[in-house]
């Protein structure tokens, strides 16, 4: 039997890029797809339905309190229940790289607003759902840059140390309830917004020469990590941080 079999998995950011990566490897492992994205997801949700996966997708901007409530409200009514958050919209691609004094406190605000509050509001909309259901995986994504302390992206990883923080607070938290927390701390990886980007580029290829397996790494390499997560053969696994970077952290 697929390892979601029937699972409900609501996956922000999941138009495009490592978002649309998870969606189509859930998908695939029989789960109830939700894509809660601003950006339009036709190509995905088409490409899912092709395959014979069921998928929906809810407008959500994960900064918007009412519509993170919306986006759990229209899992419920479409799918019953809600088994598996996973938070993974973030600003990353598009965030030019600059030393600590360059950056604006409007560019500051945003990357956290997005990457952490908007982390916060989508969990709390899924809670008590899981609660009542005793069940549920949430599965915040980090980044390998958090593990390391690198330069020139501050803004960006102050957000996913706290990433690594709100998941073990929340597992401790939630525990009981039988609700699970983890992260996934990915490489850098060759997404269309960073193909797009010189400065991404050079970034990510001087990482691909330094970490263990020295190829790029792509979306897919993360799916595996993230459907072990999300299924019930990590029911005894909360509160941890995987890194998928090929070898770069090794933490």
């Not at 697929?2 to 990566?21: D, E, K, M, W």
């Not at 036709?42 to 069921?54: L, P, R």
Request: some cysteine; charged content about 20%.
């Amino acid at each position: 039997m697929a390892r979601l079999q029937n699972r409900v998995a609501i996956i922000t950011g999941g138009a495009q890029g490592i978002g649309a990566a998870y969606a189509r490897g859930f998908a695939a492992e029989g789960a109830n797809v939700v894509i809660a994205d601003v950006a339009p997801a036709d190509a995905v949700i088409d490409e899912i339905k092709s395959a014979g996966g069921t998928v929906i997708a809810t407008r959500t901007d994960v900064t918007d309190e009412a519509a993170c409530a919306d986006m759990a409200a229209r899992t419920i009514d479409a799918f019953g229940r809600i088994d598996i958050l996973v938070n993974n919209a973030a600003l990353w691609g598009h965030i030019a790289q600059k030393p600590i004094m360059e950056i604006s406190k409007a560019e500051w605000d945003r990357v956290l607003d997005v990457n952490i509050n908007g982390m916060f509001l989508c969990t709390k909309a899924v809670v008590p759902q899981m609660t009542q259901q005793g069940y549920g995986k949430i599965i915040n994504i980090s980044s390998g840059r958090a593990l390391k302390g690198l330069p020139n992206l501050l803004h960006y990883d102050t957000s996913k140390g706290a990433v690594i923080s709100f998941t073990r607070s929340v597992a401790r938290e939630l525990g009981d309830a039988g609700i699970r927390a983890n992260t996934i701390a990915p490489g850098g990886i060759m997404t269309d917004n960073v193909v797009a980007q010189e400065d991404l580029r050079g970034f990510i290829a001087l990482g691909t020469a330094t970490r263990a397996i020295k190829r790029e790494q792509v979306p897919e390499d993360v799916v595996g990590a993230c459907i072990f997560l999300a299924s019930e053969e990590s029911d005894f696994v909360t509160g941890q941080v995987l890194a998928v970077d090929g070898g770069s952290a090794m933490n």
